[in-house]
């Protein structure tokens, strides 16, 4: 088998965005050739997705699917992979249908309730709606979107004139409405779980936020994601594993694992949660995280005793068995 990695490039990154994004797929071809693998690298700087793949055989390659989008064309990382799908390709990591999923913040909640897994109390509101809200502190999301995007200290709201200002931003800003939420401020996990027929829970990663003594600083911003030199990219601090009594590890186990089960979920995804009063709240599901040699994901690993190499081969070969399934 051969495989072909693939990624996009978004037009909004810096120069720096780009170098990093074509670095770290770099390293991760050359991952797998170490392991023996056939791999080729191919980099989506526009929408002709299908140019790229009628150069391979579906037969013959397994797409190492990458991709958050096609450039240019906002909310499409779907797209990308239903036309994997039907160039007939196998591919790694979550189908359309999951992967859509995962953007309706509210339609995720309440399908994790129904899981009975643990939840924010949230609501999607309107500006005028602001006033109905009694529960702070409160933080503001765009309900349908990832990467954090508008996430910054003024989501965390302690009043209605604060909450409403923040909805504003979301709907002027995104185009799309706000999810507001029951601020959980308590410790934060990142949670890797992988494998389909026995899902796996990698060690759990903690966000160490114990240099911010203020609620509103205490949480993951869009900085501290993909702004270097910003106060929340240099200051939280990243613990794996996370330090956790047997009791608190079985209850994140089981709601991690029930979450990759229930959501239908496949291959790998991490799963975003905070802890107050002996209760974990799931907060995100991310279904296409990124598993660069430097993420939480590959310290997961790394501490199960998985190289770099070792892990996206393993990713690699849960595809392989829907490849020799299928063809």
């Given at each position: ?109 309440e399908i994790l309730v129904s899981l009975g897994i643990d939840v924010p109390q949230g609501a999607i509101l309107s500006p005028g709606e ?40 979301v709907n002027r800003e995104l185009n799309q409405p706000a999810l507001v939420e029951d601020f959980i401020d308590g410790r934060e996990f ?28 205490r949480l993951c911003t869009y900085d501290s994601k993909f702004i270097p030199g910003s106060e929340h990219y240099e200051k939280i601090e ?90």
């Amino acid at each position: 088998m051969k495989v072909l990695v693939l990624y996009n490039l978004d037009h909004k990154w810096d120069n720096a965005e780009i170098s990093s994004a074509r670095h770290s797929n770099k390293i991760l071809r050359e991952a797998l050739v170490d392991e023996g693998v056939e791999t080729y690298l191919e980099e989506l700087d526009n929408p002709d997705l299908e140019s790229i793949l009628n150069k391979y055989d579906p037969d013959d390659t397994i797409i190492f699917n990458l991709c958050e989008n096609l450039p240019g064309i906002h909310y499409s990382e779907r797209k990308v992979i239903e036309i994997i799908e039907e160039k007939g390709f196998t591919y790694t990591g979550n189908g359309p249908d999951v992967i859509e999923l995962s953007y309706d913040k509210q339609k995720t909640k309440e399908i994790l309730v129904s899981l009975g897994i643990d939840v924010p109390q949230g609501a999607i509101l309107s500006p005028g709606e602001a006033e109905d809200w009694t529960l702070f502190p409160a933080i503001v999301k765009p309900s349908y979107e990832h990467c954090s995007l508008t996430i910054s200290e003024k989501s965390v709201v302690f009043d209605t004139s604060s909450l409403r200002n923040q909805i504003l931003l979301v709907n002027r800003e995104l185009n799309q409405p706000a999810l507001v939420e029951d601020f959980i401020d308590g410790r934060e996990f990142h949670v890797s779980v992988w494998n389909n027929e026995s899902p796996e829970m990698l060690p759990p990663a903690e966000m160490d936020f114990s240099s911010f003594r203020e609620a509103n600083k205490r949480l993951c911003t869009y900085d501290s994601k993909f702004i270097p030199g910003s106060e929340h990219y240099e200051k939280i601090e990243t613990l794996i594993p996370a330090s956790l009594d047997n009791r608190l590890y079985q209850k994140l186990e089981y709601a991690a694992i029930g979450a990759f089960n229930g959501f239908g979920c496949t291959d790998y995804a991490r799963f975003d949660f905070r802890l107050r009063n002996g209760k974990f709240y799931l907060l995100d599901i991310n279904p296409n995280n990124d598993i660069s040699f430097d993420t939480s994901f590959a310290m997961a690993a790394e501490m199960q005793n998985y190289s770099y190499s070792q892990m996206v081969k393993r990713i690699v070969d849960m595809a392989a068995v829907r490849h020799l399934v299928v063809k």
